[in-house]
């Protein structure tokens, strides 16, 4: 930060801290009854995507990656909104859309979610995917860490820094197909 504003800060007055560090649940309901209130299978595998829809966060990786699964009880949901309403936005939107509607078991769910609902969305899902193209961290790595949920991420920014040893990152989209076919078996020999 020093180096891009160009200013020495006192040692002193600087204290840094984990981008969770004050981070709380918005809403407490369990993978059970989150499932239910969203009508979620609540035997299938849930890769979740959630934020806002924009080009940087690359959901159409994870939908594309998707593709290779197969019919095996998993689904994948893409939920959140375009930051800004132009152009550019427009066009990735409806980019996911088709994709989504490509690719069965992909559930595009475009709107805005409250606090709560998007705390309901991480706890209802088995894996949370973060496949951005450009991040310096993440605020959604954090609120999966509050639910305990495992993430799948890209290897950029400071992304890695951030996961727990039981998370998986990925460098190229096969990667990612292959991560998430793993996940899925995994999935089937706990249940």
Do not use: N
Request: glycine content about 6%; some cysteine.
């Amino acid at each position: 930060m020093e180096e891009s504003v160009g200013v020495r800060l006192d040692d002193a007055r600087v204290e840094i801290r984990p981008h969770g560090a004050f981070f709380s649940k918005y809403s407490d309901v369990g993978m059970e009854e989150s499932r239910r209130s969203l009508g979620i299978d609540p035997t299938d595998t849930v890769f979740l995507c959630i934020g806002f829809l924009g080009e940087t966060k690359a959901f159409h990786r994870a939908i594309e990656a998707f593709r290779s699964v197969g019919d095996a009880g998993a689904r994948l949901y893409i939920v959140g909104s375009a930051l800004y309403d132009s152009e550019t936005a427009r066009a990735y939107v409806d980019r996911l859309r088709a994709l989504a509607e490509s690719v069965p078991r992909v559930t595009l769910v475009e709107q805005f979610v409250s606090d709560e609902e998007f705390d309901t969305w991480i706890s209802a899902c088995s894996y949370l995917v973060t496949p951005y193209e450009k991040a310096f961290s993440s605020g959604v790595i954090e609120r999966a860490k509050l639910f305990e949920k495992p993430v799948i991420s890209s290897e950029i920014g400071g992304l890695p820094q951030q996961l727990s040893p039981r998370d998986k990152t990925f460098r190229t989209d096969t990667e990612l197909a292959e991560i998430l076919r793993e996940s899925v078996k995994q999935c089937e020999t706990v249940g």
